[in-house]
């Protein structure tokens, strides 16, 4: 046998030699498969915890801004921050959010804002304070200014047919007669009554002036208070003095004094 054909390698030194080469390459791309798979698995998993810790940043700040508003309107109210921001950033960000608007941020008022009262609204002990509206008027007013009477209803006497039906205010003549509610007036004369006025209210009832020396209003509308008349002593009389009836619808006269009385007046 030659040198050179005993330096060659047998057929069955190739073929082992092919075999441990082909499991050389095997085991290299076994290799180089998982850490490409590696990589793919690890690039998205970096990738999403930087968008998660980027959300949780955010979140962070708005938590951070609202526990800042919140701590305006209620500064003894802590709101926590999550502890996990990349794992649960948007349940706790909602959490805070309720938080804040339970601890009485800008979003909500108070209840105890609910309950005060409107401004002008209490009342006031200040004895000067003026009313606000005139007090309303009395609905019947005096027919002459001075309190007194003289002649009662009912009574006996020379100067008088019957009994005396109105009751007399002795007063001076010339004094004002004043319309004693709203109504109409009239006026007559009467040899008894003497010049008189007569005013009708809106129910029908009579108030009659009698014994007058002259008239103000002599027929129309006049207004609680206003002057109609003057005092005189006409007709069957013995002085000044004005002679009052009240006359209600469709009757004779009554006594005047329990009409004044009903009235919230007292003319004695």
């Known amino acids: 046998m030659a040198p050179d054909a005993a330096a060659r390698p047998t057929r069955a030194e190739l073929r082992l030699a092919a075999r441990e080469q082909s499991r050389a390459e095997r085991r290299g791309a076994a290799k180089a498969a998982t850490r490409t798979a590696l990589l793919r698995v690890a690039l998205p998993s970096v990738a999403a915890l930087g968008v998660a810790a980027a959300a949780a940043v955010t979140v962070?700040?708005?938590?951070?801004?609202?526990?800042?508003?919140?701590?305006?309107?209620?500064?003894?109210?802590?709101?926590?921050?999550?502890?996990?921001?990349?794992?649960?950033?948007?349940?706790?960000?909602?959490?805070?959010?309720?938080?804040?608007?339970?601890?009485?941020?800008?979003?909500?008022?108070?209840?105890?804002?609910?309950?005060?009262?409107?401004a002008g609204a209490q009342p006031t002990d200040d004895p000067t304070a003026q009313p606000t509206a005139e007090p309303a008027k009395p609905k019947v007013v005096m027919p002459v200014a001075q309190h007194g009477l003289g002649e009662l209803f009912g009574e006996a006497g020379?100067?008088?047919?019957?009994?005396?039906?109105?009751?007399?205010?002795?007063?001076?003549?010339?004094?004002?007669?004043?319309?004693?509610?709203?109504?109409?007036?009239?006026?007559?004369?009467?040899?008894?009554?003497?010049?008189?006025?007569?005013?009708?209210?809106?129910?029908?009832?009579?108030?009659?002036?009698?014994?007058?020396?002259?008239?103000?209003?002599?027929?129309?509308?006049?207004?609680?208070?206003?002057?109609?008349?003057?005092?005189?002593?006409?007709?069957?009389?013995?002085?000044?003095?004005?002679?009052?009836?009240?006359?209600?619808a469709g009757s004779g006269p009554v006594d005047p004094l329990p009409w004044f009385l009903s009235n919230g007046l007292d003319p004695r």
């Open 158 to 248: 020379t100067h008088w047919a019957n009994r005396h039906t109105g009751i007399d205010f002795p007063v001076d003549g010339g004094s004002q007669v004043m319309a004693v509610t709203d109504g109409t007036i009239r006026t007559l004369w009467n040899p008894s009554y003497g010049y008189m006025s007569i005013l009708k209210m809106s129910d029908g009832t009579e108030a009659w002036y009698c014994h007058l020396r002259a008239y103000k209003v002599r027929k129309g509308p006049v207004k609680q208070g206003d002057v109609i008349a003057f005092v005189g002593s006409s007709g069957n009389s013995t002085g000044p003095h004005l002679h009052f009836e009240i006359r209600p």
């Open 60 to 118: 962070q700040g708005e938590t951070d801004q609202r526990v800042q508003a919140a701590g305006r309107t209620a500064p003894h109210t802590a709101v926590e921050a999550p502890d996990n921001p990349a794992d649960g950033g948007a349940e706790a960000a909602k959490a805070a959010a309720q938080q804040a608007v339970a601890a009485g941020g800008p979003t909500q008022a108070s209840r105890g804002d609910a309950r005060q009262p409107l």
